[in-house]
């Protein structure tokens, strides 16, 4: 079993920057995959961005690219998204995800998930 809690969102003017953290309780967080997912109001919720276990392979989805990175401390049991070059379209909750194995898209194959935080990039 694994507990997620979120933070580090707000509120921050397009072109700032924020980082996500994402702190995890369990003695085998270093096993699973973590995942970002976000959803804007009115939207379903995507995939954001991941990292596997051991923080050496990750994924992002194409609209991040370049501006976001996602990184993992397992010995402080926390997963990190640093959002530079932030865009109003960026707004919405950022939610952190857990799964075994590989590292996958669909937020449906995540099995544990945090309560969320809030990005607001004003325009």
């Known amino acids: 079993q694994v507990q997620l809690v979120e933070s580090g969102g707000g509120l921050v003017q397009a072109g700032g920057s924020l980082r996500l953290s994402c702190a995890a309780s369990?003695?085998?967080?270093?096993?699973?995959?973590v995942g970002w997912f976000r959803q804007a109001p009115g939207k379903e919720r995507e995939f954001a961005a991941a990292?596997?276990?051991?923080?050496?392979?990750?994924s992002y989805t194409d609209s991040v690219k370049g501006r976001f990175t996602i990184s993992r401390d397992n010995a402080k049991n926390t997963v990190y998204l640093q959002m530079n070059s932030l865009k109003p379209e960026d707004t919405a909750v950022y939610y952190c995800a857990a799964r075994f194995k590989r590292i996958t898209v669909p937020a449906g194959e995540y099995d544990y998930w945090g309560q969320g935080t809030q990005v607001t990039v004003s325009s």
């Open positions: 990292i596997n276990w051991s923080g050496g392979s990750t």
């Open positions: 369990g003695r085998t967080f270093s096993s699973y995959v």
